[in-house]
Antibody, heavy 119, light 111 residues
C-alpha cells in the first residue's frame, strides 16, 4: 500500500532553516511527483510547490520563491522540503502528498510535520 | 484571500443533502483545469474525496459527488451522516500564477 512517512516535529528560531523529509513506499517513486502543502494553526491549506521525482523539475508558489527548495533522493525514495529564513508565520503543519503532475490531485498524504518557529 | 472561493460554513441535518461551491476564474477552473476535493477530519491529514471534477477514489461512498461548470465547481453530499462533519477544500491549478491553488475551506456541521 502507498505510504508517505514524514520526519518528526521541529522547533526553530526565526531566521533559521528547516528540512522536512517524506519517505515513500508502496509504489514506483519515479513514476510520480510530490507536492508540499502547509496549514497554519486554525487556517486553511496552502499549496507550496511540486517536484517531479522522475527528473527533478520543480514548481514553487510565488510567495515562497527564493526561500524554499524541494529535492528528491531516488535511491531512498525520499522527498525533502527545505524552507529558509524562517519567520513566525511559517509555523504550520507541513504535508507531503503524492501527485502525477503539478495539475493533478493529491492522492496520498503524509501524516504531517509540525514546524514551530519561535524565539 | 484564496484564489478559489468557498463558503466558510454549511450545515445540514442527518439525511439531508448539502452542496459546497468553489468559485474560480478564467485562469484556473474556467481555463479547463480539473477541480479536486479533499475532506479533513479534525486533527488529521486531508483525504482525497473527488478527483478530476467528478471522480471518486475507491472507498469513497457514492453519497459524495462533484461537478464543474464554467468557472465554478460543486461538491454535493447526500444522506448526511454525523461522520461527515469536517472541513472540505477544493483545489485546482492557476495558469496566471503557475501554481496550485486551494479554496479557503468550508466547515460542514451536521446538526
Amino acid at each position: 500500500q502507498v505510504q508517505l512517512v514524514q520526519s518528526g516535529a521541529e522547533v526553530k528560531k526565526p531566521g533559521a532553516s528547516v528540512k522536512v523529509s517524506c519517505k515513500a513506499s508502496g509504489y514506483t517513486f519515479t513514476s510520480y511527483g510530490i507536492s508540499w502543502v502547509r496549514q497554519a494553526p486554525g487556517q486553511g491549506l496552502e499549496w507550496m510547490g511540486w517536484i517531479s521525482a522522475y527528473n527533478g523539475n520543480t514548481n514553487y508558489a510565488q510567495k515562497l520563491q527564493g526561500r524554499v527548495t524541494m529535492t528528491t533522493d531516488t535511491s531512498t525514495s525520499t522527498a525533502y522540503m527545505e524552507l529558509r529564513s524562517l519567520r513566525s508565520d511559517d509555523t504550520a503543519v507541513y504535508y507531503c502528498a503524492r501527485v502525477r503532475t503539478v495539475t493533478t490531485s493529491l492522492g496520498y498524504w503524509g501524516q504531517g510535520t509540525l514546524v514551530t518557529v519561535s524565539s | 484571500q484564496s484564489v478559489l472561493t468557498q463558503p466558510p460554513s454549511v450545515s445540514g441535518a442527518p439525511g439531508q443533502r448539502v452542496t459546497i461551491s468553489c468559485t474560480g476564474s478564467s485562469s484556473n477552473i474556467g481555463a479547463g483545469y480539473d477541480v479536486h476535493w479533499y475532506q479533513q477530519l479534525p486533527g488529521t491529514a486531508p483525504k482525497l474525496l473527488i478527483y478530476g471534477n467528478s471522480n471518486r477514489p475507491s472507498g469513497v461512498p457514492d453519497r459524495f459527488s462533484g461537478s464543474k461548470s464554467g468557472t465554478s465547481a460543486s461538491l454535493a453530499i447526500t444522506g448526511l451522516q454525523a461522520e461527515d462533519e469536517a472541513d472540505y477544500y477544493c483545489q485546482s491549478y492557476d495558469s496566471s500564477l503557475s501554481e496550485g491553488v486551494f479554496g479557503g475551506g468550508t466547515k460542514l456541521t451536521v446538526l
